[in-house]
Nanobody, 124 residues
Framework: QVQLSESGGGSVQAGVSLRLSCAAS????????IGWFRQAPGKERQFIAG????????NYEVALKDRFTISRDNAENTAYLQMNNLKVEDTAIYYC?????????????????WGQGTQVTVAE
C-alpha cells in the first residue's frame, strides 16, 4: 500500500557527506516504520537504521551510528539518511523499506515494502 523511491545517491569522494531521500510516491509514509539498508557487491544486505512512524524512536547498526543518521519529515512524505565522512567501504546500493508493525526491526524479512535502491559510490 506504499510505493517508495530512493534518491540522492551518486559518486563522491571519501570524507564528504551525502543525504539520501526515500519518498513515498504512493501511500502515506507516516503509517509505516522506515528502514534503510545497503548491499555491497558480493555481500549480504545490511541493516543501517530504522525510525518509527513519528520519528520518536530509532535503531542503528552499531558500526554505523556515529556517521549515519536516519530522520523523516512526514509532512513531505519522505524519510532521509544522512551519511557523513563517507568511506570507500560505504559503496553499495542503498535501499529504503517500510514496515507496517508498531515496533522497530532490523531484519530484511521484517520489511514488506522496498524501493528500487540508489547507488552510492565512494572513491578514494
Amino acid at each position: 500500500q506504499v510505493q517508495l523511491s530512493e534518491s540522492g545517491g551518486g559518486s563522491v569522494q571519501a570524507g564528504v557527506s551525502l543525504r539520501l531521500s526515500c519518498a513515498a510516491s504512493r501511500g502515506t509514509l507516516s503509517n509505516y516504520i522506515i528502514g534503510w539498508f545497503r548491499q555491497a557487491p558480493g555481500k549480504e544486505r545490511q541493516f543501517i537504521a530504522g525510525i518509527t512512524q513519528r520519528g520518536t524512536g530509532t535503531n542503528y547498526e552499531v558500526a554505523l551510528k556515529d556517521r549515519f543518521t536516519i530522520s523523516r519529515d512526514n509532512a513531505e512524505n519522505t524519510a532521509y539518511l544522512q551519511m557523513n565522512n563517507l568511506k570507500v567501504e560505504d559503496t553499495a546500493i542503498y535501499y529504503c523499506a517500510a514496515r507496517v508493525e508498531t515496533y522497530l526491526a532490523a531484519t530484511e524479512s521484517d520489511y514488506g515494502y522496498w524501493g528500487q535502491g540508489t547507488q552510492v559510490t565512494v572513491a578514494e
